[in-house]
């Protein structure tokens, strides 16, 4: 089946404007995950919904991040007024509820801020 | 607060030479899960094995398997027999009974020499 897909897969954008990822998770999977890697920074967790939920915004740097799900399926992240401390690749992955259950991870998108 | 330590910043290794990839852990909670992640240079993120802190055996999957020592809170990825298509980073994460986010280790780079 479709595994969770991106896009865009790269984004450049000059320091100051809003950008929008978008993430498809598996289908069926309630649980979605964003997550951002960048050099020196390792893998961060970002935001964590159960279904259009979000009962986890612990990882959100500030209030410029913003994510959103609907439908219990597609979710976007808004990044305002961009900083090149932004610049990384952020990653979505989805899974079933439960412990034991791995992330699926999509292919992540590439920002580079100018 | 959880945390993952990969004290082996780079590894390299003989084709078909098995190898261990170091990892430790730390956690208050009795119910958690560790996992290994493998990222290409393509940048994928591709699932390895699970390891349940309740599990008794040692998680196997192909080539793989964990080595888990709970009282050292160790959790050590083996390879068997390595490749050269095993070269890349290798991430060890710990989700916790009470949280659904993964924490990420620093990571280890892998590279098999022919």
């Known amino acids: 089946g479709a595994g969770v897909s991106q896009s865009p897969s790269n984004k450049v954008t000059e320091k100051g404007k809003d950008v929008e990822l978008r993430c498809d998770p598996i289908s069926g999977h309630t649980a979605l995950y964003w997550y951002r890697q960048s050099l020196g920074q390792g893998l961060e967790f970002l935001i964590y919904f159960q279904g259009n939920s979000a009962p986890d915004k612990s990882g959100l740097p500030s209030d410029r991040f913003s994510a959103e799900r609907t439908g219990g399926s597609v979710s976007t992240l808004t990044i305002q007024r961009t900083q090149q401390e932004d610049s990384a690749v952020y990653l979505c992955a989805s899974s079933l509820q439960g412990l034991s259950y791995e992330q699926y991870f999509g292919p992540g998108t590439r920002l580079t801020v100018t | 607060a959880q945390k993952i330590t990969q004290t082996q910043p780079g590894m390299f290794v003989q084709e078909k030479e098995a190898v261990t990839l170091d990892c430790t852990y730390d956690?208050?909670?009795?119910?958690?899960?560790l996992f290994w992640y493998k990222q290409p240079s393509s940048g994928e993120m591709i699932f390895l094995i699970y390891q349940g802190s309740y599990d008794e055996q040692n998680a196997t999957e192909g080539r793989y398997s964990l080595n888990f020592q709970k009282a050292r809170k160790s959790a050590n990825l083996v390879i068997s027999a390595s490749q050269l298509g095993d070269s890349a980073m290798y991430f060890c994460?710990?989700?916790?009974?009470?949280?659904?986010?993964?924490?990420f280790g620093q990571g280890t780079r892998l590279t098999i020499n022919p």
């Open positions: 994460a710990m989700r916790d009974g009470g949280a659904q986010k993964l924490v």
């Open positions: 956690t208050s909670d009795q119910s958690y899960g």
